[in-house]
């Protein structure tokens, strides 16, 4: 039995998840730009170098190339790094070490070596940021086989996900949404019981249309389901939560049920994860759908800056527009 | 056996604005040191007016260059209108003195694109400000190849903060510069802090500027809050540059008077004494006390020049509260040069979704 | 009238488009790890540094990061830099630079600066090479709004492709499939006529089904629609050639002729291009299409070493499993 | 005021084998140079036969490492069993001191996964060889980090090449290794040429070892073609390390004798007179040549040695030829610790794909 709190948010539960992590293990640490003595830009560090000290909480130089590089060799050492990106935009830099090593680095080795790492970074737009700190290309590592791609879009998901990522023993990239970091606060017990890493969430239950969707965008989702349950249509709402692996049989078997379904996310439409999953439904539910998959998404356009990240934010609106479409499709 | 460096260290002006050794000849100029302190003065108010307009939800977050302003109003004075500016986004100093707009550098962080588009003809080349640490030092590495392969003799200058010469790019860039031995000029504004993290977590290297020596190009430090030491240094740094005898890293001291951003909270990580230090060594007091003492500025001159900086300020931030909203096209049309048939489709879900009135525009 | 060669591979054509580029245009430049005294790896820069010098053949230091930014900041000098990664599998260093600046440039300044570059790299596996000169990551880049993503399948496309890449405004990512480097020679005409960027190559019409692919897998394709017209079966293959941006208005057209479709790529299967291609196909043909698209991919797996890498790679026997499960669906 | 610079180098052995000053006390124990010696010696015949094997089809592309056995046999003899070796791609020399097999760097060579699997524990936490350049500098400041952060007195020990030091990952991991004080040694092999690249195109510093400037690390040069001097100075720097006092960056100068790897061909862009003057320099014949004079070896001991070696070379090609081939599940076991449910249509595939006979297996 853990301590009970009666108000969470998605940024508290990360913290209580590293908490506890760190307390059961002392493999785990945690490495990143300002995560010591600032406690991470959004404070998602707070407290760690107070408990754990220097050694486990280390501020890195600025170098993402770096902190994705020493996370591998530390991983490979049996530690297990948290290391934080501060924003996702700022990712890319560690590219080749995520691809190239820490994907790889079990199979290489046939096992002899591997990568229990987690890469934290906050993801997407939404809180008028500047430049640079609303990417969501979760897209990009979903392609690499190798890392699981971890999105939570509640406090209690990125609780028992973010244990399930460092418990994991391969790479995991976790993704938190900034726009949901201090939102909509639950009650949550720190019992630091796990989620599993390779199922899908269903947040609703309904019979007449699915919609898919995961990191902050599930709120839009569960908010036009709300809405069409008053227009007497009943929709079943699924935070796919982990992105890659996918979670396929899940989806399917609402889709089928459903007939129709909707998939909801915030990356530019091209090559995005919810095309992997519109092409998996329709490879599995041939027979089944009663009309096209739709896809509500962000244009394929750099994320603006934010006098326009509203327009690009998928919004209730457009995926009412969208659920619409699939119920009226003759 | 150790390996053995040496840095020189340039300062002129002390702390109290009292001389430490003789001017060079190019600091008799009475109008230059006066342009100087005003530019600097008019920057300082600026920055202050974007702190107060983020406060107050008008701008969203804005890095302060408060306590700075030496090392960016020298690059701007000494840069030709045909050198290239690559700066990183704590460079409102450089830019206003090139000649970028008020109004653009709020519509920036305001959230507004336009805000790089930079009317002036002076400033069309400059790069606009960088946000990714470092990625601008390749750059400029890359505009100042463009000059030595048509043998132009321009100048490409880049800036950037302590923390970024940790990160590759920056140090891929010295090393270019040095083995093609390009005209680049390589500004680190030593603020002493990147975030949270101050200069010595950063490298165990006494100076910066001895990263110069790995790449085997020049490299030093000045007294970034004299602006004689740094007129002096840069001047010749650039002149080496623009005669093809090429790059310098010239490391400038200072110190971020201000929290790192308006989103950041900098009494968390640091101590008071330490920004009370840093408060009597910066760089437009220190200046002040040396020209009233030379009789080169007095308190009404002081007065003058605050009423019509004051003017100029409060004229941008209202050119900035009334420009006209973008197009909702604006946010596809300059993805490409022309936005592709191919998604045609996508330009109409955009359209449709903005006339939907999402959110603000 | 350009001169005529009676033989030209795919490495030659490449190595004949940027001569005439760079005889066109002096502000084409071309640099890179290898490329002045030794020609590329490849000998896809063969003769450049004789016939253009040392000012516009520049041999890099060893620094992808940095030959992405440098090439960022010639092209917004007005410079036609035509970069080379050796390998795709080194390109990831310099992804910060691609995506965060490159694809950004025009629209971060409303069109002031642009940024008219082409990365050149060979791609894919089948060559027998060491780890990581097999990578087939097209999806990364087709993810990434503000870049074209272009891979030819023959010399003729080669050559008038990498042409109007060079030409293009905006920033290109020209991949070229090492398997067909040598393979295949043809005759060339050295005429400076340019490709279009934005359509898709119908290499061969067919009735029955659409076999749609790209890279070296287009050569796969064209052998498993031979074998099936054999059999009967009258099979269109079309090279989509820019799997960025995507023209889907030719694959709607033959799929609607056809009714059925196959997608064969090298890159692993999730999130993929081919993801996209079926999404879209799905999107606007819901109600012509006879089958579910088949997808022959490569397994979610990173490359294997070589003695492994046949299976890896699709097969004629895969396609042919595959055009068959679409040609028999009931 | 240029920024100046001194770096030591270090040479007992002249390349004609006669000592330039006299050596340490360590170097008065026959029996370790002879194992120097030997140890060089075998490695080049195992080179040489893998190249041959290139040659005939058996493997694929090798990277060879004639010329540099110096640099890699004293790493691997200097080691200790629980420090952990970081190696580049061009690492036979060290790998096979340490413990790998020889038959697991043909098998690596020849396509095989396998060939990375280190079945000997005296290398079980070896990472394999690197090709992505220079990544493994920053993986092995990771390992140095694990050790510092438990409390261990281990190194970690990483190699890499004059190309290599122009990448960002290196310039990165000095800085880090400075700025954490970490327990790792940074060996860059010069051999003067990356692929067609002369070592003066890369970097315009006179020394790569000045990189260690910029991070506040130790570094120095050795003549990398004399045993003693590569010794001797590397063995300061892990003890240096191993007892907490910091980094090294060591230089060792040496030559690429070979083509860049079997698939190059280094005659198109550099003389023979250079390949030949490098030839009087290599590193077997002058250590051979300083223990003839010291009567530690004869004619006698080294044909001896060669028909053992050759043995050894022979019996490994043995194994690697005969091993059972990998099963077809091999190539997806390994992805994650357990192919994932998720992805059980893909097993099913990729095993029928397997099952249809294309290519070899
Ligand atoms: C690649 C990258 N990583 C992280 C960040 C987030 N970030 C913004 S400013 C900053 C610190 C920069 O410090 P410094 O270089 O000293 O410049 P200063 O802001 O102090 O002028 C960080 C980590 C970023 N913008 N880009
Ligand atoms: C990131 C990356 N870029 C390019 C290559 C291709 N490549 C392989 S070896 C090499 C040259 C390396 O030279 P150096 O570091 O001096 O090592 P050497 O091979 O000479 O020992 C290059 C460019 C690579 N393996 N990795
Ligand atoms: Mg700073
Ligand atoms: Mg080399």
Same mark, same amino acid.
């Given at each position: 039995?853990?301590?009970?709190?009666?108000?969470?948010?998605?940024?508290?539960?990360?913290?209580?998840?590293?908490?506890?992590?760190?307390?059961?293990?002392?493999?785990?640490?945690?490495?990143?730009?300002?995560?010591?003595?600032?406690?991470?830009?959004?404070?998602?560090?707070?407290?760690?170098?107070?408990?754990?000290?220097?050694?486990?909480?280390?501020?890195?130089?600025?170098?993402?190339?770096?902190?994705?590089?020493?996370?591998?060799?530390?991983?490979?050492?049996?530690?297990?790094?948290?290391?934080?990106?501060?924003?996702?935009?700022?990712?890319?830099?560690?590219?080749?070490?995520?691809?190239?090593?820490?994907?790889?680095?079990?199979?290489?080795?046939?096992?002899?070596?591997?990568?229990?790492?987690?890469?934290?970074?906050?993801?997407?737009?939404?809180?008028?940021?500047?430049?640079?700190?609303?990417?969501?290309?979760?897209?990009?590592?979903?392609?690499?086989? !190798?890392?699981?791609?971890?999105?939570?879009?509640?406090?209690?998901?990125?609780?028992?996900?973010?244990?399930?990522?460092?418990?994991?023993?391969?790479?995991?990239?976790?993704?938190?949404?900034?726009?949901?970091?201090?939102?909509?606060?639950?009650?949550?017990?720190?019992?630091?019981?796990?989620?599993?890493?390779?199922?899908?969430?269903?947040?609703?239950?309904?019979?007449?249309?699915?919609?898919?969707?995961?990191?902050?965008?599930?709120?839009?989702?569960?908010?036009?389901?709300?809405?069409?349950?008053?227009?007497?249509?009943?929709?079943?709402?699924?935070?796919?939560?982990?992105?890659?692996?996918?979670?396929?049989?899940?989806? /399917?078997?609402?889709?089928?049920?459903?007939?129709?379904?909707?998939?909801?996310?915030?990356?530019?439409?091209?090559?995005?994860?919810?095309?992997?999953?519109?092409?998996?439904?329709?490879?599995?539910?041939?027979?089944?759908?009663?009309?096209?998959?739709?896809?509500?998404?962000?244009?394929?356009?750099?994320?603006?800056?934010?006098?326009?990240?509203?327009?690009?934010?998928?919004?209730?609106?457009?995926?009412?527009?969208?659920?619409?479409?699939?119920?009226?499709?003759? | 056996?150790?390996?053995?460096?040496?840095?020189?260290?340039?300062?002129?002006?002390?702390?109290?604005?009292?001389?430490?050794?003789?001017?060079?000849?190019?600091?008799?100029?009475?109008?230059?040191?006066?342009?100087?302190?005003?530019?600097?003065?008019?920057?300082?108010?600026?920055?202050?007016?974007?702190?107060?307009?983020?406060?107050?939800?008008?701008?969203?977050?804005?890095?302060?260059?408060?306590?700075?302003?030496?090392?960016?109003?020298?690059?701007?004075?000494?840069?030709?209108?045909?050198?290239?500016?690559?700066?990183?986004?704590?460079?409102?100093?450089?830019?206003?003195?090139?000649?970028?707009?008020?109004?653009?550098?709020?519509?920036?962080?305001?959230?507004?694109?336009?805000?790089?588009?930079?009317?002036?003809?002076?400033?069309?080349?400059?790069?606009?400000?960088?946000?990714?640490?470092?990625?601008?030092?390749?750059?400029?590495?890359?505009?100042?190849?463009? $000059?030595?392969?048509?043998?132009?003799?321009?100048?490409?200058?880049?800036?950037?903060?302590?923390?970024?010469?940790?990160?590759?790019? $920056?140090?891929?860039?010295?090393?270019?510069?040095?083995?093609?031995?390009?005209?680049?000029?390589?500004?680190?504004?030593?603020?002493?802090?990147?975030?949270?993290?101050?200069?010595?977590?950063?490298?165990?290297?006494?100076?910066?500027?001895?990263?110069?020596?790995?790449?085997?190009?020049? !490299? /030093?430090?000045?007294?970034?809050?004299?602006?004689?030491?740094?007129?002096?240094?840069?001047?010749?740094?650039?002149?080496?540059?623009?005669? !093809?005898?090429?790059?310098?890293?010239?490391?400038?001291?200072?110190?971020?008077?201000?929290?790192?951003?308006?989103?950041?909270?900098?009494?968390?990580?640091?101590?008071?004494?330490?920004?009370?230090?840093?408060?009597?060594?910066?760089?437009?007091?220190?200046?002040?006390?040396?020209?009233?003492?030379?009789?080169?500025?007095?308190?009404?001159?002081?007065?003058?020049?605050?009423?019509?900086?004051?003017?100029?300020?409060?004229?941008?931030?209202?050119?900035?509260?009334?420009?006209?909203?973008?197009?909702?096209?604006?946010?596809?049309?300059?993805?490409?040069?022309?936005?592709?048939?191919?998604?045609?489709?996508?330009?109409?879900?955009?359209?449709?979704?903005?006339?939907?009135?999402?959110?603000?525009?």
């Amino acid at each position: 039995m853990g301590e009970k709190y009666s108000k969470v948010t998605l940024l508290e539960a990360v913290n209580l998840a590293m908490k506890r992590a760190m307390r059961e293990d002392d493999n785990v640490i945690v490495l990143g730009e300002d995560v010591g003595a600032n406690g991470g830009v959004f404070r998602a560090t707070l407290g760690l170098r107070e408990e754990f000290g220097f050694k486990r909480v280390l501020d890195t130089p600025l170098a993402e190339t770096m902190i994705g590089g020493l996370s591998v060799g530390m991983a490979a050492q049996g530690l297990k790094p948290v290391a934080e990106i501060q924003f996702l935009g700022f990712i890319y830099a560690a590219m080749e070490h995520l691809v190239s090593h820490a994907a790889r680095l079990r199979n290489r080795t046939r096992g002899r070596l591997s990568c229990p790492m987690v890469i934290r970074s906050p993801m997407g737009a939404g809180i008028r940021a500047p430049e640079h700190h609303g990417e969501a290309v979760e897209a990009m590592f979903a392609h690499i086989p !190798g890392v699981r791609v971890v999105i939570p879009s509640s406090p209690a998901r990125a609780y028992g996900l973010l244990l399930a990522a460092i418990d994991d023993p391969d790479p995991v990239i976790f993704l938190e949404p900034t726009r949901l970091y201090r939102m909509n606060p639950q009650p949550l017990e720190d019992h630091g019981q796990r989620l599993p890493l390779d199922t899908c969430f269903t947040l609703r239950e309904g019979s007449d249309l699915t919609l898919i969707s995961w990191g902050a965008s599930v709120h839009e989702s569960l908010q036009a389901a709300a809405q069409l349950e008053e227009h007497g249509v009943s929709v079943e709402v699924i935070d796919v939560a982990c992105v890659s692996p996918i979670d396929m049989d899940t989806l /399917e078997a609402s889709v089928r049920k459903t007939g129709r379904c909707v998939i909801v996310h915030e990356a530019p439409r091209s090559c995005a994860v919810g095309a992997e999953i519109a092409t998996s439904l329709y490879e599995r539910l041939w027979l089944d759908l009663q009309a096209p998959i739709q896809r509500v998404t962000a244009p394929d356009i750099p994320p603006p800056l934010f006098r326009m990240e509203q327009h690009y934010l998928p919004q209730v609106a457009d995926i009412l527009q969208a659920c619409d479409d699939a119920l009226n499709y003759a | 056996m150790p390996l053995t460096i040496k840095v020189p260290y340039t300062r002129y002006l002390a702390p109290d604005g009292q001389l430490q050794s003789s001017l060079p000849a190019w600091a008799d100029d009475p109008d230059l040191l006066c342009r100087l302190y005003k530019q600097m003065r008019l920057t300082r108010l600026f920055d202050q007016k974007a702190i107060a307009l983020q406060r107050t939800g008008r701008i969203g977050t804005y890095a302060s260059t408060l306590g700075q302003e030496a090392i960016g109003v020298v690059i701007g004075e000494l840069m030709h209108g045909d050198d290239v500016l690559v700066p990183y986004y704590r460079d409102t100093a450089a830019q206003l003195r090139r000649g970028v707009k008020m109004e653009e550098i709020l519509l920036y962080w305001g959230g507004d694109e336009r805000g790089c588009a930079f009317v002036d003809p002076a400033v069309a080349q400059d790069f606009p400000p960088c946000v990714p640490i470092a990625t601008q030092a390749l750059h400029a590495c890359g505009v100042a190849s463009a $000059f030595k392969i048509r043998g132009e003799h321009r100048v490409a200058v880049t800036t950037c903060g302590d923390g970024a010469t940790s990160k590759g790019d $920056f140090l891929e860039a010295l090393n270019v510069a040095g083995a093609w031995q390009l005209p680049v000029v390589f500004v680190v504004n030593n603020n002493q802090w990147a975030i949270s993290v101050p200069r010595k977590l950063q490298c165990a290297a006494p100076t910066l500027a001895q990263k110069a020596a790995g790449a085997g190009i020049a !490299g /030093e430090q000045v007294d970034g809050n004299d602006v004689f030491a740094v007129y002096d240094r840069l001047q010749e740094a650039l002149e080496r540059a623009r005669r !093809g005898k090429g790059p310098t890293l010239l490391e400038c001291m200072s110190y971020r008077l201000s929290d790192h951003t308006t989103a950041d909270d900098a009494s968390r990580y640091r101590g008071e004494d330490e920004v009370k230090q840093a408060w009597a060594e910066e760089p437009l007091k220190r200046l002040q006390n040396f020209l009233v003492e030379h009789r080169l500025w007095d308190e009404q001159r002081e007065q003058d020049w605050l009423a019509e900086a004051q003017k100029r300020v409060q004229a941008a931030v209202e050119a900035y509260e009334t420009s006209v909203p973008q197009q909702p096209g604006d946010a596809l049309d300059y993805v490409y040069a022309q936005w592709p048939a191919a998604k045609a489709d996508q330009r109409a879900m955009w359209l449709e979704r903005v006339s939907r009135g999402n959110g603000e525009g």
